[in-house]
């Protein structure tokens, strides 16, 4: 049940000694996030997060999303960034496009994707979560403002304080406000939890739990992680490793990271990696550069880039050992595409010989690179590999000398925004 770090395409790159070295660096770092000592320690409730979770507190999830699926068709989750990408990670890992219908706004202002929505839903029964930690986010506002206008067409205000739920802070900021004032259903955003690590705070759970994710196994797995990858010992933490070695390769000119699957399902969960990763470590003119790649997809468009570009990439696989279904390949009489060599194998045998084949190729060509293999895609492992990702990437900001808890730099759109649209 624990996820494996595969490193045998570092050789070369970056050494057992490299990583080794890094000891001291990373028992400091390590240290700081215990401790609460180093930069940016007032956002570090995310570290022991998941063992504080009440078990009593998963029940009454459950329950209000047992209520929430019998009076609702669909819900609408509105959210960006950290109050966003969790939520769409976490049930496209699981389920793909399947399962109780949700429709994500709050993240663009798409007009045509609005008007879109709201037309497929014009005759839908809807429940709303409104997520936002700070409760001013323009985007998410402003979704909420047509959401509600939409909702006020169909029901009643009794109805609405049945059908709207909010997710925010305790007592700051205007969604708290709306919330108090108009008597929706509301949770709470702990303080010490930055957008981009809440994913296991009411922001995620709320809404997973009226998909219908079995949320009591994902925050097993995170307690779990929580327990492996917070050991410092660099033999035997697959996280630290993790972080060792991204950073010793960041220092050796890899100033890119991307993170490739062979597994459309986790394309999402790139996405939510790439803002955890983006915004923690690209401080002051130092991080590394996250992307993602879906395979094979992107091996026929970028595949050129990442075996014959400029040598500044290292890659992160994200490997599944078995998966849900087969589906065996036809044998054809003809054979004119030649590919009855495969006929009766599953498709993910083939697909597996690909990655493996990609590994070695981009290997060769001067792309170190690692795996991160697990199991099963469940709730279980989603868990566990959230807290992975988030361990090492306190680690690996603190190795990097940046505060990995703050976001200065997403203020300086806004500040122009707020100007263009004369917002005070
Ligand atoms: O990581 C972050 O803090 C940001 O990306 C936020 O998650 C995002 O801006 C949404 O913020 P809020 O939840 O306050 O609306």
Redesign the pocket.
């Known amino acids: 049940m624990s996820l494996i770090l595969d490193r045998e395409y570092l050789k070369g790159f970056v050494a057992n000694e490299d990583i080794r070295n890094l000891q001291a660096r990373v028992e400091t770092a390590h240290n700081d996030l215990n401790h609460k000592t180093g930069k940016g320690n007032d956002f570090l409730g995310w570290t022991d997060l998941p063992s504080k979770i009440q078990d009593g507190f998963i029940v009454e999830l459950e329950q209000l999303g047992k209520d929430v699926r019998q009076n609702s068709d669909c819900v609408i989750s509105i959210?960006?960034?950290?109050?966003?990408l969790g939520i769409r990670a976490t049930l496209e890992f699981l389920r793909g496009k399947d399962g109780f219908p949700i429709f994500y706004i709050g993240h663009n202002m798409s007009v045509d994707y609005h008007y879109r929505i709201f037309e497929q839903l014009k005759n839908k029964r809807v429940s709303v979560v409104v997520?936002?930690?700070?409760?001013?986010?323009t985007?998410?506002a402003l979704g909420f403002r047509l959401v509600k206008q939409f909702l006020k067409e169909k029901y009643s205000e009794a109805e609405l304080k049945k059908r709207i739920i909010c997710v925010?802070d305790e007592k700051k900021?205007a969604l708290r406000k709306i919330a108090d004032k108009n008597g929706y259903r509301s949770f709470v955003?702990p303080d010490d939890v930055?957008?981009?690590?809440?994913v296991l705070t009411p922001?995620g759970l709320v809404p997973l739990a009226i998909a219908g994710v079995d949320i009591c196994s994902l925050v097993k797995g995170a307690r779990d992680g929580q327990k492996e990858y917070s050991l410092m010992d660099l033999d035997k933490n697959i996280c630290y490793q993790y972080a060792a070695a991204r950073y010793a390769l960041y220092k050796k000119g890899k100033v890119i990271e991307v993170t490739s699957s062979f597994y459309d399902n986790m394309q999402y969960l790139t996405e939510w990696w790439k803002?955890l990763y983006g915004?923690s470590e690209a401080k002051g003119g130092e991080g590394i550069f996250p992307a993602s790649l879906i395979m094979s997809t992107d091996l026929h468009s970028m595949g050129q880039l990442m075996q014959d570009g400029m040598r500044n990439v290292f890659e992160t696989f994200l490997d599944v050992e078995q998966l849900s279904h087969c589906l065996a390949i036809p044998q054809e009489q003809e054979d004119l595409d030649g590919f009855n060599i495969v006929a009766g194998k599953d498709l993910d045998y083939v697909n597996k010989q690909a990655y493996k084949a990609t590994a070695a190729a981009h290997f060769e060509g001067g792309v170190p690179n690692m795996t991160i293999r697990m199991e099963k895609c469940d709730e279980y492992h989603l868990g566990k590999l959230y807290y992975f990702y988030e361990r090492a990437v306190g680690i690996s900001g603190y190795l990097l000398g940046v505060n990995p808890f703050d976001?200065p730099g997403?203020e300086a759109y806004k500040k122009k925004m707020f100007a263009l649209l004369g917002k005070k």
Request: proline share 4%; charged share 15%; aromatic share 8%.
């Open positions: 959210g960006i960034g950290g109050s966003y997520i936002s930690k700070s409760g001013t986010t985007e998410p925010t900021g955003i930055g957008g981009r690590f809440s922001v803002q915004e976001q997403v």
